[in-house]
């Protein structure tokens, strides 16, 4: 058996379908206090020490806007009516990042990591998660790239073209990490109207239903997700043990 094989890490794979956002938030933030407690307990107290485990959550968010603490409210560009008027919720969260849009038909991934596991820099760790994207992408006939200092994968970028098709967005501590990214296929763009997407003003948002000109197969686009993901980290995605419920959000 060969080095790699043996020494894979095993990440807890769930897809949660369509769960609102503060619930999946209070759901991801006890997967990630969790790690980060036991991490606490396995430095102080190496007799209790137990590993740690590793996530990945998929999921869907009815209509939602989130500012990340390094955000400008006024990147939101409509009141508190507006927002109930349309159906937005709105949170202020504590992830990197600017103001984005979450809503039906984009895939949301939250990867749950202690990165002790793999590395511990962050910077690498964005940088995975883009190319993650950037060859599931590459499954459609799409060349997504990075745009110089601004996260995301982005298509055209450098040019007067360039447009986002994935944001992103992370928080860490003690090298765990939660939030992660979003990515548009069926999304309806509207709403990004509604706000300056990630404090950008002077480049559009789009989705691989626009770039293609047909729906797609979320499933699809979800195994191609898993299966870049599985070999950017080097992991195995198996059956949770902790599965998302109502009463344990």
């Given at each position: 058996?060969?080095?790699?094989q043996?020494?894979?890490?095993?990440?807890?794979?769930?897809?949660?379908g369509?769960?609102?956002y503060?619930?999946?938030?209070?759901f991801?933030?006890?997967?990630?206090?969790?790690?980060?407690?036991?991490k606490?307990v396995?430095?102080?107290?190496?007799?209790?020490?137990?590993?740690t485990?590793?996530h990945?959550?998929?999921v869907?968010h009815?209509p939602v806007?989130t500012?990340g603490?390094?955000?400008?409210?006024a990147?939101?560009?409509?009141?508190?009516?507006r927002?109930?008027?349309?159906?937005i919720?709105?949170?202020?969260?504590?992830r990197?990042g600017?103001i984005?849009?979450?809503?039906?038909?984009?895939?949301v991934g939250?990867?749950?990591l202690d990165?002790?596991?793999?590395?511990t820099?962050?910077?690498?760790y964005?940088?995975?998660?883009?190319?993650?994207?950037?060859?599931?992408?590459?499954?459609?006939?799409?060349?997504a790239?990075r745009?110089?200092g601004e996260?995301?994968?982005?298509?055209?970028?450098?040019t007067?073209?360039?447009?986002?098709?994935c944001?992103m967005?992370?928080k860490?501590?003690?090298w765990?990490?939660m939030h992660?990214?979003?990515?548009n296929i069926?999304t309806s763009?509207e709403?990004?109207?509604l706000?300056?997407p990630?404090?950008i003003s002077?480049k559009?948002v789009?989705?691989?239903?626009?770039e293609l000109?047909?729906?797609?197969?979320l499933e699809?686009?979800?195994?191609?997700?898993?299966?870049?993901?599985?070999?950017?980290?080097g992991?195995?995605?198996?059956?949770t043990t902790?599965?998302?419920t109502h009463?344990n959000?």
């Open positions: 058996m060969e080095l790699a043996i020494i894979m890490r095993k990440v807890e794979f769930q897809d949660i369509t769960v609102r503060g619930a999946a938030w209070d991801q933030t006890k997967l990630f206090e969790r790690t980060v407690d036991q606490l396995n430095r102080k107290t190496p007799e209790r020490a137990e590993e485990t590793d990945l959550i998929f869907e009815p806007f500012l603490k390094s955000g400008k409210e990147h939101l560009l409509v009141d508190q009516a927002l109930q008027e349309e159906g919720d709105y949170h202020p969260v504590n990197g600017d984005t849009y979450h809503g039906l038909g984009q895939i939250y990867p749950i990165l002790d596991h793999y590395f820099d962050i910077h690498k964005l940088r995975y998660l883009e190319d993650v994207v950037i060859k599931t992408l590459a499954e459609y006939g799409l060349t790239g745009s110089d996260t995301g994968v982005w298509l055209d970028a450098g007067p073209l360039a447009r986002k098709i944001a967005g992370v860490a501590s003690r765990t990490t992660g990214f979003a990515l069926n763009l709403h990004f109207g706000i300056v990630c404090g002077d559009p789009t989705s691989l239903h626009l000109g047909r729906e797609v197969d699809e686009v979800k195994d191609h997700l898993k299966k870049h993901f599985v070999d950017q980290f992991c195995a995605l198996v059956p902790t599965p998302y009463e959000s």
